[in-house]
């Protein structure tokens, strides 16, 4: 398998997880967002996704964009350890988890709309740092509120193994670190990123640990 990806995508940051918790080795071909303009809109990546987004997985040939797609592919064909659990309502809330933030959170954030709003004059670091924050605070105080207050939640987001709702909140709790969001307000979002970055899996995919961060 080989990973188009950058070490400060998010998106990237979940297939690296998902892969290392499968413990399936994979080769990985950077694609920075950031130099030469984004080199994610070459035209020799943009043959491989059209979508000219991080992260895509080619297999066998064929390539796979979106990582919640990857995740779930990764995780019916490679089924140990599972990232979903067994009974429908379990894995639908784990998936309502990872939904809110990869779907709600993540999008509004995302490096291409902190270009875009730059590019319509809102430039000033506090104008972006206050439009980061803002939807980083309003999607954990409900996550928050969810995970604290439901007998699913465990060590993890649900039980006391890791899914695909804690492989979508640890990239997005690095986010809120990275651009300085305060995260004092949801204890037990802190505690589940905790849990997780103390695993192999997680730590080895983080983006200070990838060759090519900055």
């Given at each position: 398998m080989k990973l188009y990806d950058y070490a400060y995508s998010s998106a990237g940051y979940r297939a690296r997880i998902a892969l290392n918790l499968k413990g399936i080795p994979f080769e990985r071909s950077i694609v920075n967002l950031i130099k030469d303009g984004g080199q994610q809109h070459s035209e020799a990546y943009k043959a491989i996704n059209p979508h000219a987004l991080i992260p895509t997985l080619v297999v066998d040939g064929t390539a796979l964009g979106q990582s919640l797609a990857i995740i779930e592919y990764l995780d019916e064909t490679h089924p140990m350890p599972p990232l979903l659990p067994s009974y429908p309502l379990e894995r639908a809330r784990v998936r309502q988890i990872a939904y809110v933030i990869a779907c709600d959170i993540h999008p509004v954030n995302n490096q291409r709309i902190r270009k875009r709003l730059?590019?319509?004059?809102?430039?000033?670091?506090?104008?972006?740092?206050?439009?980061?924050?803002?939807?980083?605070?309003?999607?954990?105080?409900?996550?928050?509120?969810?995970?604290?207050?439901?007998?699913?939640?465990?060590?993890?987001?649900?039980?006391?193994?890791?899914?695909?709702?804690?492989?979508?909140?640890?990239?997005?709790?690095?986010?809120?670190?990275?651009?300085?969001v305060p995260v004092d307000r949801f204890p037990t979002l802190v505690r589940i990123d905790q849990t997780c970055r103390a695993l192999p899996a997680f730590a080895a995919a983080a983006p200070e640990k990838q060759p090519d961060a900055a």
């Open positions: 730059k590019e319509m004059g809102h430039s000033d670091e506090d104008i972006q740092s206050k439009w980061y924050a803002h939807w980083i605070t309003v999607g954990f105080a409900a996550l928050e509120q969810q995970l604290s207050q439901s007998k699913e939640t465990g060590r993890f987001c649900h039980g006391d193994t890791p899914t695909l709702a804690d492989i979508c909140l640890v990239p997005q709790m690095a986010n809120a670190y990275r651009f300085k």
